[in-house]
């Protein structure tokens, strides 16, 4: 069965320090998902990963996916408070259905 | 213009009543999802159609059951509601299946007293 881990499950940081979230997973995949949650909101997807090395970046973020260590990464840097939110990782099993890493909760303070 | 939209938004009921959740897309996506996310933000799947058929049915009590009347619409109707069924249910949907971004809709907010 596939488990999902991430940590840490929260994280307060200060404004303009550098950061990263871990993604474990258990058995081989190649497509790992990361999205983001506002309180009270739905997910917004943040990033697709479909391959051994691929990396992917937006503004102050950057994902990784390591399948042979089955591991990925989502790296902040110079965290704004803009960026307060819960990150969810979810790794695709078979047949897309999605297993979700349990969430980190950043908190950025100025 | 909400590309997955769901109603209602909040749902508080009684114990044993029997309420339904409705999902719409209009992304021209294949495969629609359920998925519960429990108090403490845990998320899982429940349900996955593709093109009406029924091709993911996790470990979920029978009394939900979800129906698909054509591929843009996916709802869940849940029967003799329960107190540990208290949480957000979120549609997605996807273009096609493996490796496609899953778009997820605003929630459900389900409350039972």
């Known amino acids: 069965e596939l488990k999902v881990e991430q940590n840490p499950l929260f994280l307060s940081m200060q404004e303009g320090k550098n950061y990263t979230i871990y993604c474990n997973y258990s058995?081989?995949?190649?497509?790992l998902y990361w999205y983001r949650q506002d309180p009270g909101k739905s997910l917004e997807s943040l990033f697709v990963?479909?391959?051994?090395?691929a990396v992917k970046q937006e503004g102050r973020l950057m994902a990784s996916l390591d399948t042979k260590a089955r591991l990925s990464t989502l790296h902040i840097t110079a965290a704004v408070h803009d960026l307060s939110a819960t990150y969810f990782c979810?790794?695709?099993?078979?047949?897309?259905?999605?297993?979700f890493g349990a969430g980190t909760i950043l908190r950025v303070k100025s | 213009d909400t590309a997955v939209s769901q109603t209602p938004k909040y749902l508080v009921t009684q114990m044993g009543n029997d309420k339904s959740i409705k999902c719409e897309q209009n992304?021209?996506?294949?495969?629609m999802y359920w998925y519960k996310q429990d108090s403490k933000k845990f998320l899982k799947i429940m349900f996955s159609?593709?093109?009406?058929?029924?091709?993911i049915n996790e470990t979920v009590p029978n009394r939900f059951s979800p129906k698909s009347p054509d591929k843009a619409h996916l709802n869940l109707h849940i029967n003799s509601l329960e107190l540990g069924d208290s949480a957000v249910y979120f549609c997605?949907?996807?273009?096609?299946?493996?490796?496609?971004?899953?778009?997820f809709g605003p929630g459900t907010r389900l409350l039972v007293l």
């Open positions: 992304l021209g996506h294949d495969t």
């Open positions: 979810a790794v695709d099993g078979y047949g897309n259905k999605l297993v």
């Open positions: 159609y593709n093109n009406k058929e029924l091709i």
């Open positions: 058995t081989t995949s190649d497509r």
């Open positions: 990963l479909l391959s051994n090395g």
């Open positions: 997605a949907s996807s273009l096609t299946g493996a490796g496609e971004t899953q778009y």
